[in-house]
């Protein structure tokens, strides 16, 4: 029991080494499962003997009325047909499994192997995380720089219209001239091209599309309607780690270059179907006017400084006294009339003054250059960087696209990846990726850390129960092929495989455990009173069968709750209980049909070692006990 026990807490913890975001969502859960688990083996050590010492003295003390008798009939005919149908019919199978156990466990092989072709075939997809159904979307809508604000509340009210005309619209908020920052709320942007539509659609018990469904019939209502549109993306906020599906970022020096590899890295994700809402953070501000200053300038005495911030005087105003009036302060500013200050012309020719005292035009000492600002420059470590983002539609993985932009083309694999050509296009630019994929690579890079060590300590607790070092890796052996029972199930119910799936094959694996602990553990007896290999395989897989069957029957009725569930708080989880409960049911056959021939195979590897190694067939063992009293 002691076993048991450890073995599945040691199970969960690899979810302790994962780094960044998946880090953080599964961290707390191995030592909730390892509190829980300590806890229930406290009660069942400690407190579940009394209580069962008192319940059967108090049941053989009393006298069954009529519901009690029929129910104890009822167990005693369930009693005989298991012991008179059920376990004569699995010894019977069982048998005749390892007879031919060479054939049974190339079957099971080759069921795995079937298993994972359907995986890497594709037949099964892998996401690392799927996308869930949404109750709220936001749209962000931009326009070319210096749209007025009423052609840009035009085409925002068509965009309303069309989210309107769908049932599944609860309401439909809009700001225009502004846009916020999703996370934390804050305005990012002000510009009369922008706008950003916040839509609430109804609970998804309540409708029967998702809302990747719903943005799908929103862009083909839209097709011809927002031609002036330059911009138009859906953000879908879910209950999990979000972000856009596929990310990108281009770190460097130099601007222009930045801006010329975003725009590279674009065109290359709008060559593969399925991709959309490509776009960057790259984003242009509104119209500005710069002031150069000219070498004549500089030699009339004139700084950067100095010009700028007489300009400011003449737009914005110098402050030139503070007076106290009704108890507060009051400013005084003196700058030019509203009908000056708002015309272009009257600012180029604008005289200010020298440092000699003298009156120059703005025009002799510096150039007005109109051009365009950014709405915000980025920075990571020091350098600049723009970010690259696309959406997927469904039934396109971005993990599917992402291997097509890394891996040469299939019919040139000597040439280099998509991404690689851009990459040596600009040397002195560093391309990655970010968000969901710089995520996917921080949990995977540490999963097989904490997955080895966890193996390595189940190793240890069965080499300490079984005394053997051999048997230990019989039972780990089982461990692999519950991924048969999590592919098919994920299938069957039309699941995707995600990293939550991994999560529950990494438990998974302490839970199988428990099961092929508790046959070995019986055939080791089986084997210290004489018995041969054979003989106590059957004895030990018909004595727990029933303890077996039942571990598995109780643990997949636990999880069945989550797996039906259909809210939009469960889906995230479903993928991990499939795993769990599929996996352990496949395992459970295999422990009692297969898991009986791998160790007679093994026997027979050691007798032909034996054999080989000292010329003679290998002695019978001799019964433990006789062993004892001789000695």
Not at 488 to 510: C, D, K, N
Not at 524 to 549: F, H, K, P, T, Y
Request: charged share 20%.
């Amino acid at each position: 029991v002691v076993a048991t026990v450890l073995t599945t807490v040691v199970a969960f913890l690899p979810l302790m080494f994962i780094r960044g975001r998946m880090g953080d969502l599964m961290g707390a859960l191995p030592l909730i499962v390892a509190c829980a688990l300590l806890m229930s083996l406290v009660e069942s050590m400690l407190i579940l003997p009394s209580h069962m010492g008192h319940s059967l003295k108090k049941r053989d003390r009393s006298h069954p009325g009529a519901v009690v008798s029929r129910l104890r009939r009822l167990e005693q005919r369930r009693d005989m047909f298991i012991q008179n149908r059920v376990i004569p019919a699995y010894r019977r199978f069982l048998g005749l499994m390892l007879k031919y156990r060479y054939i049974s466990a190339a079957a099971a092989v080759a069921v795995l192997l079937i298993s994972l072709g359907l995986v890497i075939g594709g037949r099964v997809p892998f996401v690392f995380l799927p996308k869930m159904d949404s109750e709220n979307v936001i749209v962000d809508v931009r326009l070319p720089i210096g749209t007025p604000i009423e052609r840009t509340r035009e085409a925002v009210e068509r965009i309303e219209s069309a989210w309107r005309e769908q049932s599944e619209t609860l309401s439909v908020g809009t700001v225009i001239g502004q846009r916020s920052d999703i996370e934390s709320g804050s305005p990012e942007a002000f510009s009369t091209h922008l706008a950003q539509m916040y839509i609430e659609l109804r609970p998804v018990e309540e409708r029967d599309r998702e809302s990747s469904q719903v943005i799908v019939a929103v862009r083909e209502a839209l097709r011809g309607r927002i031609d002036e549109v330059d911009r138009l993306n859906f953000t879908e906020l879910s209950g999990g780690p979000g972000g856009p599906d596929i990310t990108l970022r281009v770190l460097g020096e130099n601007p222009d270059e930045i801006e010329t590899a975003a725009i590279e890295l674009q065109a290359l994700l709008g060559r593969y179907s399925g991709v959309h809402d490509i776009t960057d953070d790259n984003d242009l501000g509104q119209l500005e006017r710069r002031i150069v200053l000219r070498p004549t300038g500089a030699a009339l005495g004139f700084t950067s400084a100095n010009v700028a911030r007489q300009v400011r005087g003449f737009l914005f105003g110098l402050d030139a006294h503070v007076f106290a009036e009704n108890q507060e302060d009051i400013d005084v500013r003196i700058r030019v009339d509203e009908p000056t200050r708002r015309s272009l012309a009257t600012l180029e020719s604008c005289w200010i003054i020298s440092p000699s005292g003298a009156a120059v035009p703005l025009s002799e000492v510096a150039d007005i250059v109109e051009s365009t600002t950014y709405s915000t420059i980025r920075r990571i470590d020091r350098r600049r960087a723009v970010t690259v983002t696309a959406s997927t539609s469904p039934g396109y993985p971005p993990e599917s696209i992402v291997q097509e932009i890394t891996q040469p083309p299939r019919d040139a694999p000597q040439a280099r990846a998509p991404i690689d050509e851009i990459r040596a296009k600009y040397p002195r630019l560093s391309i990655t990726f970010a968000g969901r994929q710089e995520q996917m690579a921080d949990a995977f890079g540490s999963l097989p850390t904490g997955m080895l060590a966890a193996m390595l300590m189940i190793y240890v607790i069965l080499a300490w129960l079984f005394s053997s070092y051999l048997l230990p890796l019989v039972v780990m052996l089982v461990i692999p092929f519950a991924l048969i029972g999590a592919v098919w199930g994920h299938l069957a119910l039309g699941y995707e495989i995600t990293f939550l799936s991994m999560i529950g094959f990494v438990a998974l694996s302490g839970i199988v455990v428990n099961d092929s602990l508790i046959l070995i553990m019986f055939y080791q007896d089986e084997r210290a009173r004489g018995r041969s290999v054979r003989e106590s395989l059957l004895n030990a897989g018909c004595a727990r069968l029933r303890a077996i069957v039942l571990t598995t029957v109780t643990t997949v009725l636990g999880l069945m709750p989550l797996i039906l569930e259909q809210s939009f708080q469960a889906k995230f989880l479903i993928p991990m209980a499939i795993t769990i409960a599929m996996g352990l049911m496949a395992a459970t056959i295999l422990v009692l049909m297969v898991l009986p021939c791998f160790v007679v195979i093994f026997d027979d590897i050691k007798a032909a070692a034996y054999f080989l190694w000292f010329g003679m067939p290998r002695p019978k063992q001799r019964p433990l006990v006789e062993a004892v009293v001789e000695g």
